[in-house]
């Protein structure tokens, strides 16, 4: 018997290679005419050249902070650009020097559960690492098998941050609705770090009452250390305008929705280290409290922690997002 009935209770087990259901979603095709290799507002991710695949993203996920972009296109919308390998392939040949990595993806996925997106996100991490240029990604979704040795053959020049807020796959349905499973991602985290990947697991955002239960931490937290994972990030929810409107709009259960912004009551408006932003977040005190149950329960399965001090700038720390690199900038040596 749930003793809260708006938490959900854990699901069934679902079959590893079961595919997330994409809600339909149009595909609009454009030009890209802004540069291909961009910079994030994220204070961690200003030393390295960012690409988005797409504007707006088919994993749908209700707390998406991307929605409150001025490019975010609108539900079920993705903008693809169709003229980005050739776009980055000639921004790269005009630079004197190479970039050590790129980051995929500031506010978009990618690896989209859209063929096109899949074709498109190979095609460059195929070129990118063929110049020896590394490649650090976050991900919540399901990737082909053929890019997932394309990127174990290159594990050395590879970072990879999985996005995983729970280990209960009716939790994940209701956030992340499109995104893979959480038996899909734990297998891929297992099969790259395996491949020699470093990999990191990035609980962002924690759901207060429910994914800071104990309970749910515990297994959270058992579920990464059985994938042999040994490194997570960690991050509460926050709100802005548009995560606020989403999650009205797509929690159906007026309790769970009501329990959530319960939490945010007195939260008072926090400045955070992504450009000129600030959100709602939780107090420093509850978050200080989901934060110290992480830790302690870490412990016990020997995850290394740390908090993200980009949002929690209040309470500071370093969240490794892009992975570690020898440096950042740039590398000698003009594109052939
Ligand atoms: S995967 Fe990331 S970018 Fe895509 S909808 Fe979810 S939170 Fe937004």
Request: aromatic share 6%; net charge positive; glycine share 6%.
């Amino acid at each position: 018997m749930n003793p809260n009935p708006h938490i959900l209770e854990p699901g069934f087990p679902l079959p590893l290679e079961s595919q997330p259901v994409c809600s339909a979603q149009t595909v609009i095709w454009a030009e890209r005419k802004s540069p291909v290799l961009s910079s994030s507002s994220l204070a961690c991710l200003a030393h390295i050249p960012c690409v988005n695949l797409t504007s707006g993203c088919a994993h749908d996920c209700i707390y998406c902070y991307a929605r409150g972009y001025r490019n975010f296109p609108g539900y079920n919308k993705i903008i693809i650009y169709k003229n980005m390998l050739e776009k980055l392939k000639s921004e790269l040949i005009r630079k004197r020097n190479k970039p050590h990595a790129v980051y995929f993806s500031p506010s978009s996925d990618i690896f989209q559960p859209i063929p096109e997106v899949l074709e498109l996100s190979h095609s460059i991490l195929e070129f990118l690492l063929s110049k020896d240029i590394g490649i650090a990604f976050l991900t919540k979704g399901k990737i082909p098998d053929e890019t997932l040795d394309l990127l174990i053959n290159h594990a050395n020049i590879v970072r990879a941050q999985v996005g995983i807020i729970t280990h209960d796959d009716n939790v994940r349905k209701m956030f992340e609705p499109n995104a893979a499973s959480i038996a899909i991602r734990l297998k891929q985290m297992a099969k790259m770090a395996s491949g020699g990947i470093a990999v990191e697991g990035r609980v962002v955002p924690i759901l207060p009452g429910i994914t800071d239960t104990p309970d749910a931490i515990d297994r959270l937290c058992a579920s990464i250390s059985n994938s042999g994972i040994k490194r997570a990030a960690i991050s509460a929810l926050f709100l802005r305008p548009a995560i606020t409107a989403s999650l009205k709009q797509r929690i159906l259960d007026k309790g769970i929705l009501d329990d959530l912004f319960s939490f945010y009551k007195d939260g008072k408006r926090l400045a955070v280290h992504a450009g000129h932003s600030s959100v709602i977040p939780l107090s420093q005190m509850r978050r200080e409290e989901i934060y110290n149950r992480f830790r302690q329960t870490v412990m016990k399965y020997g995850i290394d922690l740390s908090v993200c001090g980009c949002m929690n700038p209040d309470i500071g720390g370093r969240c490794n997002i892009t992975g570690k690199w020898p440096k950042y900038g740039l590398q000698p040596g003009l594109l052939d």
